[in-house]
C-alpha cells in the first residue's frame, strides 16, 4: 500500500481519518479555541494537501500514457468507426451549410435580410435521404415565412430613375472647360520637361 511521506500512514488509513466523524464532544462541552494546535493541524494539513499536488503532477504524465495505450489497443472497427462517426458529422455539416446557402439565395430576392430567412427556417427540412435539397419546398417555405413576417421583405422603391448631378465633369466644380483633354496632356508634360532641364 502507498504511504504518504510525512505521516508515513497508507492511504486507506488516511481516507478513513478523514471519512471519520469527529470525535464525539457533546456539543455544550466544546473544547476553548488553542491557536497552537490549530496552527499545528493547518501546517499539516497544508503539508499533506502540497504533497498530494506534488504527486499529481507527477501522476498526470503516467495517465496521459495510460490514455494513448487504451487508444492504441482499441481494435481496428472502434477506430474505424470512430472516423464514420466523425465523416457523418463533417457531412452534416457540410449539408446543413449547403441547405443554408440556397435558402439565401433564394431569399435575396424578396427578403432584406436573407440570413434572416435561413435562421428562421428548419433547414433539415428541405433535405431528402439521399442528401439532394427541395429548392421548391424553399420557395413555398420563404413564400409563407413572408406572410407571416411581411417586415422581412424588402422596401418597395419602384424602378430607379439616373439624377444627373451637374456638378460632376472634368473640372469638378460645374465649369466645364472647352480644351480637349489631351491637349492639357501635353501642355502639363512639355511644363514637366522644362522643369526637369
Not at 496521459?64 to 487504451?70: G, V
Not at 430607379?160 to 469638378?172: E, L, T, V
Amino acid at each position: 500500500m502507498p504511504e504518504t511521506e510525512e505521516t508515513g500512514a497508507s492511504a486507506e488509513e488516511l481516507q478513513e481519518t478523514e471519512s471519520a466523524p469527529e470525535a464525539d464532544v457533546p456539543e455544550s462541552e466544546e473544547e476553548p479555541f488553542d491557536r497552537k494546535r490549530a496552527e499545528a493541524a493547518l501546517r499539516k494539513k497544508n503539508s499533506e494537501a502540497e504533497n498530494l499536488r506534488r504527486r499529481l503532477k507527477e501522476l498526470e504524465p503516467l495517465a496521459k500514457k495510460a490514455r494513448e495505450l487504451e487508444d492504441a489497443q482499441k481494435s481496428e472497427t472502434e477506430r474505424l468507426n470512430d472516423q464514420l462517426a466523425a465523416a457523418q458529422e463533417r457531412a452534416a455539416k457540410a449539408t446543413r451549410a449547403a441547405v443554408a446557402a440556397k435558402v439565401e439565395a433564394l431569399a435575396a430576392k424578396d427578403f432584406a435580410d436573407p440570413e434572416d430567412a435561413a435562421g428562421a427556417l428548419d433547414l433539415t427540412e428541405f433535405v431528402d435521404e439521399d442528401g439532394a435539397i427541395d429548392t421548391d419546398g424553399i420557395r413555398s417555405a420563404l413564400a409563407e415565412l413572408l406572410k407571416r413576417k411581411p417586415h422581412w421583405a424588402k422596401p418597395d422603391e419602384g424602378p430607379r430613375s439616373p439624377r444627373p448631378d451637374r456638378a460632376q465633369g472634368s473640372s469638378g466644380n460645374g465649369q466645364r472647360t472647352t480644351t480637349d483633354p489631351a491637349d492639357e496632356f501635353a501642355e502639363f508634360m512639355k511644363r514637366s520637361l522644362q522643369r526637369g532641364r
